[in-house]
């Protein structure tokens, strides 16, 4: 036996913020855009685009700032609050894996693999 476990935000019961919308907002920041993040992440344009805009009105604020492109083409940048969001549930993540497996030897004693 192994443990499985899994973790997400939620404000007022609804997903806010998740591994893949973490992995979401980081590739937007790296890339520069939507588009090229959403392509990194093998997903439409539209579905990640989806999911920034209903965690921007779940939590009330702007995650993301795009400046319309001129002969460079356009700019999205993550806000303040989007890398701070990012950067808390980074925090709050690290280490949790660990503490799961340990606390499951603790209740189940060591197991064999297999």
Known sequence: MRPRSKFW???GGELVLSDWRAELLEAVAEAGSVASAAARLHVSYR??????????????VRLVVSQR????????????EARDLVGSYRKFKAGLPEQV?????EA???????
Do not use: H, N, Y
């Open 9 to 11: 935000l939620e404000v």
């Open 47 to 60: 579905v990640a685009w989806g999911k920034i805009k209903q965690m921007e009105k779940r939590l009330g």
């Open 69 to 80: 492109g001129g002969r460079g083409g356009g700019l999205t940048e993550l806000t303040p």
């Open 108 to 114: 189940f004693g060591p197991q064999e693999s297999r």
């Open 101 to 105: 497996d340990e606390r499951f030897r």
